[in-house]
């Protein structure tokens, strides 16, 4: 649990990472949250969180709450409830996703959620099962659940040099969203290596070693030519 986030959609936020991810992103920060059964620090109820929440309320009034991860919608009541419960205090209510659930149970979740961060891994369909060990597909079909239900949605997208760092693939992201009038934002995150520790921590082989942050320079730069398509963060 994170009291103070500001990186996780608008405003100071109580952010909750939550366990279990079916994605293995070559480039994930939180490989220790992979494991559904994995160390859990903490094990509470919908109420139980909320109430934890509810001691910062007076500093998220104007940010809110989010879910993320690993993939929050790997346990979709649980989530559904607690956003529920969120709303009803008044709290405004994100869940970072990968999409790669679009079953009736994490769709529900969309009922009571403000914004969906939603991670794009790449719009190369060859790079995708690389990159994540998954398919494309359910991704981008739960942006198109996201049009449907009119849910607002920022776009966010890691570049990693050598792999996601492409003009081409970056040019088709920006132009596939473009399209999506409920996506309000792109957010451009630089790779960095600030993980790579707990690999280590956790005796597996880190798989992207040797492969250096993206440059303040180069995400600028990119931020500017995706703005063509949406605005960026
Ligand atoms: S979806 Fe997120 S938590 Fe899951 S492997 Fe990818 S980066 Fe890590």
Redesign the pocket.
């Known amino acids: 649990m994170e009291s103070f986030g500001t990186v996780d959609g608008p405003g100071i936020r109580f952010v909750a990472f939550m366990q279990g ?1 079916p ?3 070559q ?5 220790d ?2 494991n559904p059964q994995g160390d859990c620090q903490y094990e509470l109820t919908p109420q139980q969180l909320l109430e934890e929440v509810m001691r910062y309320k007076s500093f998220i009034a104007k940010g809110g709450v989010t879910l993320s ?3 929050p919608l790997m346990q979709p009541l649980f989530a559904r409830e607690f956003l529920a419960r969120c709303q009803s205090e008044g709290l405004h209510t994100a869940i970072d996703t ?1 999409g ?1 659930y679009c079953t009736p149970n994490a769709l529900a979740v969309l009922d009571h959620t403000n914004l969906v961060l939603l ?1 794009i ?1 790449t719009m190369n369909p060859a790079l995708y099962p690389v990159l ?1 060990g998954a398919r494309i597909e359910n991704n981008l079909r739960f942006l198109d659940e996201l049009q449907e239900r009119g849910t607002d949605v920022w776009v966010r997208h890691v570049v990693v040099p050598g792999l996601t760092d492409d003009d081409h693939w970056l040019h088709e992201l920006g132009r596939h969203v473009a399209r999506y009038s409920v996506v309000k934002k792109i957010e451009i995150l630089p790779y960095h290596t600030l993980g790579a520790y707990k690999y280590e921590q956790m005796h597996m082989a880190y798989p992207l070693q040797g492969v250096e942050p993206l440059s303040a320079a180069r995400t600028q730069e990119i931020r500017q030519m995706l703005s063509a398509y949406k605005p960026t963060l």
């Open positions: 991810c994605l293995r992103c480039f994930c920060h939180n490989p949250t992979w991860g690993g993939e990968s790669a991670d891994k994540t």
